[in-house]
């Protein structure tokens, strides 16, 4: 079956705008890696694993590296908006684009409306815009009808600003992405000459769960949550003005820096914690505060800091919002780069004057909107955006190591050494991510998928479009692959013991490493053996250049 290209005459008044420089691109990955996570990744990180918190911000930054190294490869070969979502269609056709193309739209969508969340449950120290509730034995905040009128407002103030186009987007993120580099790195150093408690890092166990708490942080903790703005650099890659040096600079660069911050915010909030606090709890695992609607300005306020909490619930406004900002504009592509992709209705893929895809900005907006409805708070969803999330990503491993072989005499600017070791360990580590997420989460992400391709049925029915999925170059894989996952999840030991989570807890600790990596090792020989053929593979490149030409010529017209 010969691959689907979509057409370029098809989608008049598309183009989209190359304004981003090298700090705008690498800000944008800053600004998305530094949101709600760093106001709450700390303590819920230090809850699922003590001290040894900080293993899981090293291990973390190591894994998303590997699976972004990959996309600096693809990001610099094909610089396309939403590439996370085109890429599987050049070398695996349709059905794997809008797969992937379909968890990574759910994951982004679902961002923008928990940042606006996180802002407003410290602002709740304020006003009345959360209302805290017991779930499951644990403290959750939903939104009030004054939460949610604010919360609407913030929704429509980001997609404003997203209106005006992409460099309104890169001067007001360029700004408040030094806004919240000072006060991560102010928190850092007061809390550090304040108060540091070494004993904290013993009196209750280093690891105090051992490694699976280490491992159960990585996934649900906010902290492989935090690592996934590194994403920014492969999306807007086709509005960057010189990919080729621009993508493979925001990509590593952005998760570089914030890793070495993230390290130095968990040691120095655990050294700040006080040793009366962490009695009362009787360890990490219930630790809390009274009253606090945010941990970092709770310990500033024990500390008697109180300029310093005034400052942080200012910043819980900014760096959240900053975040949502970037993550509209990024859902926005996401649905623009499916209409390219065919997948999705064209009229998402049409763009204003100013190059804004308005109308997926609209569908962003609307969908946030319901995603705010009292659904389940940070806590509970962070996990889902963050096995959706790496899940997608896994599909850039696969695409780099098929497209070596479809088009091997490419021109790569950035080509990753070791042949099929860093793609291979790529992929591994992602699927390592999603088991980690524990079948609680991903029971509903499996859900979720199935969903989606109820939509690509209904979809293709109505379209009646002669045109191929590509299901032998893409459900071969891409089906024994999820059903796997979901199979390994549920035998699985995550949530430990299975604590009414349904798994069944059959498949230990180490056990899951031997199981996972042989399950990647099998989908890897299947994807690279059911890929495209090598031309179609290149009329499916030669139709992103053929986009990408129109798009630089009606910039210069």
């Known amino acids: 079956m010969t691959a689907s290209a979509p057409s370029e005459t098809k989608h008049p008044h598309r183009s989209l705008k190359r304004d981003l420089g090298p700090v705008g691109l690498l800000f944008a990955g800053v600004g998305s890696i530094i949101g709600s996570g760093w106001l709450f990744g700390a303590l819920t990180a230090a809850q699922l694993a003590g001290p040894a918190a900080i293993y899981s911000w090293i291990i973390a930054a190591v894994m998303i590296l590997l699976i972004g190294l990959t996309y600096g490869e693809l990001g610099t070969m094909f610089p396309l908006s939403g590439g996370v979502v085109r890429f599987p269609h050049l070398s695996f056709g349709s059905f794997a684009s809008f797969t992937m193309g379909w968890i990574t739209w759910v994951a982004a969508a679902t961002v923008a409306p928990i940042e606006v969340e996180a802002a407003l449950q410290y602002g709740t120290k304020y006003a009345p815009f959360t209302v805290s509730h017991m779930l499951n034995g644990e403290e959750v905040h939903t939104l009030t009808a004054l939460g949610y009128g604010v919360a609407v407002i913030g929704m429509a103030v980001f997609v404003v600003i997203n209106y005006y186009g992409i460099r309104w987007f890169a001067r007001i993120n360029n700004a408040l992405v030094v806004w919240k580099l000072f006060m991560i790195l102010l928190v850092i150093v007061v809390f550090a000459l304040t108060q540091f408690h070494t004993a904290n890092f013993s009196d209750y166990g280093f690891q105090p769960t051992g490694w699976h708490g280490v491992f159960t942080a990585i996934a649900t903790g906010g902290i492989t949550f935090s690592y996934l703005g590194f994403r920014q650099g492969v999306e807007l890659a086709g509005e960057t003005s010189n990919p080729k040096r621009n993508v493979p600079l925001a990509i590593v660069g952005s998760v570089l820096i914030t890793a070495v911050i993230y390290?130095?915010?968990?040691?120095?909030?655990?050294?700040?914690?006080?040793?009366?606090?962490?009695?009362?709890?009787?360890?990490?695992?219930?630790?809390?505060?009274?009253?606090?609607?945010?941990?970092?300005?709770?310990?500033?306020?024990?500390?008697?800091?109180?300029?310093?909490?005034?400052?942080?619930?200012?910043?819980?406004?900014?760096?959240?919002?900053?975040?949502?900002?970037?993550?509209?504009?990024?859902?926005?592509?996401?649905?623009?780069?499916?209409?390219?992709?065919?997948?999705?209705?064209?009229?998402?893929?049409?763009?204003?004057?100013?190059?804004?895809?308005?109308?997926?900005?609209?569908?962003?907006?609307?969908?946030?909107?319901?995603?705010?409805?009292?659904?389940?708070?940070?806590?509970?969803?962070?996990?889902?955006?963050?096995?959706?999330?790496?899940?997608?990503?896994?599909?850039?491993?696969?695409?780099?190591?098929?497209?070596?072989?479809?088009?091997?005499?490419?021109?790569?600017?950035?080509?990753?050494?070791?042949?099929?070791?860093?793609?291979?360990?790529?992929?591994?580590?992602?699927?390592?991510?999603?088991?980690?997420a524990g079948w609680l989460v991903n029971w509903k992400l499996f859900v979720t998928i199935i969903l989606g391709l109820v939509l690509l049925a209904v979809f293709e029915t109505v379209n009646k479009k002669d045109r191929g999925l590509d299901l032998r170059s893409g459900a071969t894989w891409l089906l024994p692959w999820l059903a796997g996952l979901a199979l390994i999840s549920w035998l699985g030991d995550y949530p430990e013991h299975g604590e009414g989570a349904g798994n069944l807890g059959v498949i230990g600790l180490g056990w899951g490493f031997v199981v996972l990596l042989a399950l990647s090792a099998v989908i890897y020989v299947l994807a690279l053996s059911s890929r495209l053929a090598p031309e179609d593979c290149r009329a499916n490149v030669e139709e992103s250049r053929d986009e990408a030409a129109s798009e630089d010529a009606t910039l210069a017209g």
């Open 263 to 436: 390290v130095a915010l968990q040691i120095a909030f655990l050294g700040a914690v006080a040793p009366a606090d962490l009695a009362k709890s009787g360890g990490w695992e219930k630790l809390n505060f009274a009253s606090d609607f945010g941990p970092l300005a709770a310990i500033a306020t024990i500390l008697g800091l109180g300029w310093l909490a005034v400052l942080l619930y200012i910043d819980a406004v900014i760096s959240p919002a900053d975040t949502g900002l970037i993550y509209m504009t990024v859902t926005a592509r996401l649905s623009y780069a499916m209409a390219r992709n065919e997948n999705a209705p064209e009229s998402l893929a049409k763009t204003t004057d100013r190059g804004v895809p308005f109308v997926s900005l609209i569908v962003a907006f609307v969908v946030g909107l319901i995603v705010l409805l009292p659904f389940p708070s940070w806590q509970q969803l962070v996990g889902f955006i963050t096995s959706a999330t790496v899940l997608s990503f896994a599909s850039g491993p696969l695409v780099l190591a098929a497209m070596r072989r479809q088009l091997p005499d490419e021109a790569r600017s950035f080509r990753l050494p070791g042949g099929d070791v860093i793609p291979f360990l790529a992929f591994y580590a992602s699927n390592l991510v999603v088991y980690w």
